[in-house]
């Protein structure tokens, strides 16, 4: 494998030099090189397992860099998508099999490329005439887990893939929520949306919260080895992701006692845990960063009461309606990424926005949040 060099930002991070307008913008090349880079040395979600068939090239999108999927002789690869001849995509040319081993070869001239990146084939190439050593292009560090492919851009990932114990667990159902389209904003603003909980009464009015009891709850916050780890206690309504409302006499409860864990597996992945007297219920979100300003996020939620499969539907349309609460005020967020402390540009507010200023002084610290 290859290591990727570090992201540069293009023409569209470029900025108006009119004071003022900041927050209508992208940030600036610094911000966007800084969040390119300081994120290359993470596990990233990039597909599910099931959309990559075999016999077939897919392309996805990672830090502004493209990269083509393929299973080549039973295993996952992931190669930039470009030829090193003229550039053109990989992801539009075919697998084919050449000496009993399968090969990515390019639509425009035939070049072929083997799981290490290094092409394998030049059919113009002269007779004795060997294959140019850099004739290659990157590959990267591949692995699969909870029916995702994850990329690492660095030969050497900084933290394994954040744990989901609740996957294939047999005593939970899990649902798997898949996203029609990208969100138009940044994966660490997803993973901050996410964490933040003082905004349930306000977005999830009557399902996590009420406007009446806007308090926020006494968080305790610590670092956990990779993990940013949140916990608090909280009375919510009664709903599916709070309690078994096929229980007799659910619908005469006004408040659920929950305990929250939350666990950042930083700075991609998300996992809340949320116990109650009815059991264990998961939201497990993992973020694969296209860009500094689309995301493409992948869920799922696990629980482990009202356990018949025929409510799995039920419990997915829960979900897809509280993200659709949440994704039009992710998106408006400006800048797309999470300007430092020190620009000001934000207010958060201790103690109730603690989590979400550990979780960013993190971030800073990993060089991920540096310029506006």
Known sequence: MTQHAAVTA???AATSSKPGLREAEA???????????????????VLAEADLPDGKLVRVELLGVGIVLARLNGAVVALRDLCRHFQA??????IIDLDGLQ??????????????????RIPQLLEGRKIPSNARVDSYKVTTRYGLIWVCLQDEPKFDVPDYPEWGDSSFRTVVMKENEPSKTSSIRMIMGTLDDTHFPWVHQGILGNRDEPAAPDHRVWREGQYLVLQYDVEQPPNLATTDMSAAGVDQIEKIALRYTDYVGMPNVIRLVKDSAAGRYVVWLATCPNSYNQTTNFWAFSRNYDMSPERDSTYEEFSAHVRTQDKPIIE???????????SQIELPLGPADKPLMEFQRWLEELGIVSGI
């Open 10 to 12: 293009g023409p569209e």
């Open 27 to 45: 940030p600036s090349a610094e911000a966007i090189n800084a969040f390119y880079n300081g994120m290359m040395p993470y596990w990233h979600p």
């Open 89 to 94: 995509r990989l992801s539009l040319g075919e």
């Open 103 to 120: 090969q990515v070869m390019c639509p425009y001239h035939g070049w072929s490329y083997g799981a290490d990146g290094q092409c394998k």
């Open 332 to 342: 408006s967020q400006r800048p797309w990424l999470l300007p430092p402390f020190w």
